[in-house]
């Protein structure tokens, strides 16, 4: 006869297989939650992570045609700067050949009715000098009073000494505006030749000098003469230009910039142009020095001319000569 069990094992046997079955469920579900929670969380990460490369990358992107633009616009600034200032050394080039070649052209007329003539042309701005390069003493004429005028400026006392009871300005006034060989003689007599040469040759005027009182431009004579160069009168303008904001070279200034005699150098510049000169005339002799003050280019001028075979065209070829270097700008 067979065993059997007994109705309440049978009824523990299925508690326990359902219990069992139950907590499979359960720990199925619950490892199933976890996965998906961790799966979620590194998308999630995942995601968030490729949304700040993303935006790393379009900021990156964002600035860097900013700094290209930043470098070319830098880049083409500074090629624009370089062509710039290379364009404008080739158009100062230019103008300084194309000066030169016009004043050259008009001293070509000087030589024209004159045995020798020496020219000079110095702009203070751009440095540039046209000169015949070809100084030695000649005759001064009354171009002798400006060194003279330097000379009594620079002693005590200045434009405010007092010469047989008048004072030094007016001496000077009608001895450079007027070429009155009057006050240019109580001048020299004042001072005395030997005092004015030694100092012409300290200031380096080496080939200035005087050897006579002024006499009148129509008699001849033959002993001595006083004499200047081209560069002397040159150094002697710029000395005056560079000091013309200051005593005594600004007196100096005036005083030129008063001139009447005005048939050579100024004689063709328009007269909102202020030219300082000085003429001096003696036989077979036209000179004419000063400083031409334009805007654009101020600039020192000397002309000097000895076996002058005719005055009135000689004059003229001075003041086309004056004209062409004032034409700089």
Same mark, same amino acid.
């Given at each position: ?128 000098? *046209? ?31 007092? *010469? ?120 077979? *002799? ?44």
């Amino acid at each position: 006869m067979g065993r059997h069990s007994a109705p309440k094992e049978t009824k523990l046997g299925k508690y326990l297989a359902a219990s069992l079955i139950v907590f499979l469920l359960i720990g199925g579900v619950y490892f199933g939650v976890t996965r998906l929670n961790d799966s979620t969380e590194k998308s999630e990460k995942a995601a968030a992570n490729e949304r700040q490369t993303t935006l790393e990358t379009k900021t990156a992107d964002s600035k860097q045609p900013t700094d290209q633009k930043n470098r070319q616009t830098e880049s083409t600034a500074s090629s624009e700067k370089a062509t710039t200032k290379t364009s404008e050394k080739k158009t100062a080039k230019t103008t300084a050949t194309q000066t030169k070649k016009a004043v050259v052209k008009a001293a070509a007329d000087l030589t024209k009715n004159a045995g020798k003539v020496y020219y000079g042309v110095h702009y203070f701005k751009n440095e540039q000098t *046209i000169s015949s390069e070809n100084s030695e003493p000649t005759i001064a004429a009354n171009i002798i009073e400006l060194f003279i005028m330097d000379y009594a400026l620079a002693q005590a006392g200045g434009s405010d000494q007092v *010469i047989q009871d008048k004072q030094l300005t007016e001496w000077l006034t009608p001895m450079i505006q007027q070429n009155d060989l009057a006050a240019t003689n109580v001048l020299i007599d004042h001072y005395g030749m030997e005092n004015l040469n030694a100092y012409f040759a300290a200031q380096g005027y080496s080939d200035t000098r005087i050897e006579h009182r002024m006499i009148d431009i129509n008699v001849p004579f033959e002993a001595g003469d006083n004499y200047t160069s081209l560069d002397d009168c040159m150094k002697l303008l710029k000395k005056i230009y560079d000091g013309r904001e200051k005593a005594p070279q600004k007196m100096m200034l005036e005083m030129l910039s008063g001139q009447t005699i005005r048939t050579k150098l100024p004689k063709k510049i328009p007269a909102d142009v202020t030219v300082a000169n000085i003429t001096g005339e003696q036989q077979k *002799i036209e000179n004419d020095i000063g400083l031409v003050l334009t805007k654009e280019e101020p600039f020192a001028i000397v002309v000097l001319t000895r076996e002058v075979s005719d005055i009135v065209k000689t004059r003229n070829a001075i003041a086309d000569f004056s004209l062409a270097a004032t034409l700089n700008k």
